[in-house]
Nanobody
Framework: QVQLVESGGGLVQTGGSLRLSCAASGGSFGWYAMGWFRQAPGNEREFVANISRGGGRLYYADSVKGRFTISRDNAKNTVYLQMNSLKPDDTAVYYC???????????????WGQGTQVTVSS
């Protein structure tokens, strides 16, 4: 059983940056691929980025490609999401998730954090 706790969300102006962190405990972090998802009010949860177990393979949604960077530190049991050039459309609750493979569907992940709010003002 893996527990995930996100942090780093907040309020930022358009064009600003935030770095989200997701700390894992209770399991073998390096055994899991990790993903970031987000959910805006009234919308379904959507894929943002994922990273393979060793960190060598990264994949991004088109909407964030070139602006967001996912990374992980297996020694610290933590995955990060660096978000630059933020836009109001990026406003959402951001969730990290752990799963067997680095995929893009919500159902592909077994463990979820509680989420952290990101609000981008115009």
């Amino acid at each position: 059983q893996v527990q995930l706790v996100e942090s780093g969300g907040g309020l930022v102006q358009t064009g600003g940056s935030l770095r989200l962190s997701c700390a894992a405990s209770g399991g073998s972090f390096g055994w899991y691929a990790m993903g970031w998802f987000r959910q805006a009010p009234g919308n379904e949860r959507e894929f943002v980025a994922n990273i393979s177990r060793g960190g060598g393979r990264l994949y991004y949604a088109d909407s964030v490609k070139g602006r967001f960077t996912i990374s992980r530190d297996n020694a610290k049991n933590t995955v990060y999401l660096q978000m630059n050039s933020l836009k109001p459309d990026d406003t959402a609750v951001y969730y990290c998730a752990a799963g067997r493979w680095p995929r893009t569907l919500v159902n592909d992940y077994d463990y979820w954090g509680q989420g952290t709010q990101v609000t981008v003002s115009s």
